[in-house]
């Protein structure tokens, strides 16, 4: 498969456990954050590449198996199936706080997102990488 500018594609993980992504959190005006990795059995994105290098981003994804940031200007969010490991990574003022540690993951695990946002939590951009290279079809609409 050869990708052109303007085309789009549905791109996702050619193996099987090997969506990465990280989720990074944090307070304003205060040094308490964290990053949820979390592993996805799968994962699917439509991309429309608008340049060389975005081209050149998923060709080598397709021919070379290399690792890739799922990062493009024009791109949109399809699924993640099936997460199979997730981590906390704690920085700052919860790194040796291990009381304050469970309490956020326990409220993350039983009510998601709006725990973190009640306590005062944001979230940044966050980072998705597919390992070991992508499987892609053109999407013809």
Not at 15 to 36: A, P, T
Not at 49 to 58: G, V, W, Y
Not at 73 to 80: A, I, N, V
Not at 121 to 133: R, S
Request: one cysteine or more; hydrophobic letters at 35%.
């Amino acid at each position: 498969m050869k990708f052109k500018i303007g085309k789009t594609y549905n791109v996702g993980n050619k193996y099987k456990k090997s969506v990465e992504e990280f989720q990074f959190l944090r307070k304003e005006n205060v040094d308490e954050h964290f990053v949820i990795e979390t592993l996805w059995r799968s994962g699917e994105w439509r991309i429309i590449p608008q340049n060389e290098d975005e081209c050149q981003i998923l060709q080598d994804a397709y021919d070379n198996e290399e690792t890739m940031e799922v990062c493009f200007e024009d791109m949109e969010f399809l699924y993640t199936d099936d997460g199979i490991y997730e981590e906390f990574k704690w920085y700052g003022n919860l790194t040796e706080n291990a009381e304050e540690q469970e309490r956020i993951q326990e409220g993350f695990w039983d009510e998601g997102f709006l725990f973190l946002e009640e306590e005062g939590f944001y979230e940044l951009d966050p980072e998705v990488y597919i390992i070991g290279g992508i499987r892609a079809e053109e999407y013809i609409q």
